[in-house]
């Protein structure tokens, strides 16, 4: 047997160090130092066995055959969008997102879905709870196997017994493995659990789908060395309190990161948002003022949005600026410029803004439609439902080309609006649109089309 061996490791970063400190040096956070045994026995291979492996033999880069690697459909466009086509053998994916949001739902519906023998390995619910939850779903998967553990090496005991073709871990802060003596969820049994799986998918090239916690801040718990081990990293965001969640590749070994994937909740799970464009963009029988609609982009998939702005006189004297799903400061920065550059005296006034659907957007090229809803709704005049905006404004008052506006012409005319605004100096390389393209300079030149 091994000697047992001890190091401190920090719970927030996850740096290590040879003795305990009150303040980690790397993240300047304090008291979350922890000592923690990281060698308590002898360690061996995931299928328990003692039998010697035959080394791997170093080949020249010419001499490595590639063959296309056939992935594996999830059965869910979404999900198969940010993947890049769908689950690559052998490769390991960490689902992490606030609790709540829908992380378990979603890996539970794909498994029961995909039509593949799924072993759906659950740490912090029973059999019983799994079942009622699948029974709310409405999907029914013969071959979708549910098994309550939390020791890697019974997991790995039923993994040898089943053969499955996907492996769902829900989560890995509740594994742990006999290896070590250290409590579930902490720095070492993550690191090494997280081992112990990457090891056993790279020599059966079986997926594994992890779920991770995460922390106040919104990073996945544990080391940041687990979001180096696995292959792919996805963030399932969204607020509780609306109905729509987005999954975003923060990193894919085998992809791209620059596609999202929408998904509505319902009651009987997730649904998935094939045109979330018409679904954001509120229906009204009557034009109302402090409303525009952006055209913005998400990853690689352009969106439509509707931008809702409340401007009223401030009746405790300090103005308030508040904005859901926009940066404030952003905000502030907008107003600047249009009590400096264009004579618009909003300092004695309460803005509020919000993004309709309760999604987050940080896309500049929305700041046109951001002012215009204000203006609108400071006039008190309407903004025709058929126009959209597509331009960042500037801190000297001139409108900035942003990228890809080609594909924001193509989703608007797409949809039916008449009207587009850009700056002048984006380029377009097609005339053959039937939408109007209206390409402006300055913040007047907008407001001379809108509001004269």
């Known amino acids: 047997m091994a000697k047992t061996k001890t190091l401190f490791f920090c719970q927030n970063c996850g740096a290590q160090y040879a003795k305990w400190l009150g303040q980690c040096t790397s993240c300047n956070e304090w008291n979350t130092i922890v000592e923690e045994v990281i060698q308590a026995e002898e360690k061996r291979n995931w299928k328990q066995s003692t039998s010697p492996k035959k080394a791997n033999k170093a080949l020249k880069i010419n001499d490595i055959s590639l063959d296309k690697e056939d992935r594996i459909s999830t059965k869910n466009n979404e999900l198969d969008r940010v993947l890049g086509g769908g689950l690559v053998k052998g490769s390991m994916l960490l689902l992490g997102g606030e609790p709540g949001i829908g992380k378990s739902t979603l890996l539970l519906q794909i498994a029961l879905t995909m039509q593949k023998k799924v072993l759906y390995v659950s740490g912090e619910e029973s059999q019983s709870q799994i079942k009622m939850r699948a029974e709310r779903l409405q999907n029914s998967n013969a071959n979708c196997l549910i098994l309550t553990e939390t020791n890697t090496q019974n997991i790995f005991r039923a993994i040898e017994e089943i053969h499955p073709e996907v492996v769902v871990i829900d989560s890995i802060q509740t594994l742990y493995t006999e290896y070590l003596d250290a409590s579930p969820g902490s720095i070492s049994q993550i690191r090494e659990t997280t081992a112990e799986l990457i090891k056993f998918a790279k ?138 550059r264009a004579g618009f005296r909003l300092g004695a006034k309460d803005v509020f803004l919000n993004i309709a659907g309760g999604i987050k957007v940080d896309d500049p090229a929305i700041d046109l439609a951001v002012i215009c809803a204000i203006l609108s709704s400071n006039e008190d005049v309407p903004i025709a439902q058929d126009f959209c905006f597509a331009a960042e404004i500037g801190l000297t008052g001139e409108i900035r ?52």
């Open 203 to 340: 020599e059966t090239a079986t997926p594994v789908l992890l779920i991770g916690h995460i922390t106040k801040d919104g990073n996945i718990a544990g080391p940041k060395v687990l979001e180096h081990m696995v292959d792919v990293v996805l963030q399932f965001e969204g607020d509780r309190n609306h109905a729509y969640r987005i999954v975003r590749a923060q990193k894919n070994r085998f992809g791209s990161t620059a596609e999202i994937g929408i998904y509505e909740m319902q009651s009987f799970g997730l649904r998935e948002v094939e045109n979330p464009s018409e679904i954001l963009i509120s229906q009204k029988e009557e034009d109302l003022s402090g409303t525009t609609i952006a055209a913005t982009l998400e990853g690689m998939r352009p969106l439509m949005i509707e931008v809702q702005a409340l401007v009223s006189t401030a009746v405790y004297g300090t103005p308030q600026r508040s904005a859901t799903g926009y940066d404030t400061k952003r905000l502030n920065m907008l107003l600047a410029v249009l009590e400096k």
């Open 401 to 452: 080309p942003v990228n890809r506006v080609e594909q924001r012409i193509m989703e608007a005319e797409k949809l039916g609006f008449h009207k587009i605004f850009i700056s002048k100096f984006n380029k377009i390389s097609s005339t053959s649109h039937k939408i109007k393209v209206v390409k402006v300079t300055k913040v007047e030149d907008v407001f001379a089309n809108l509001f004269s």
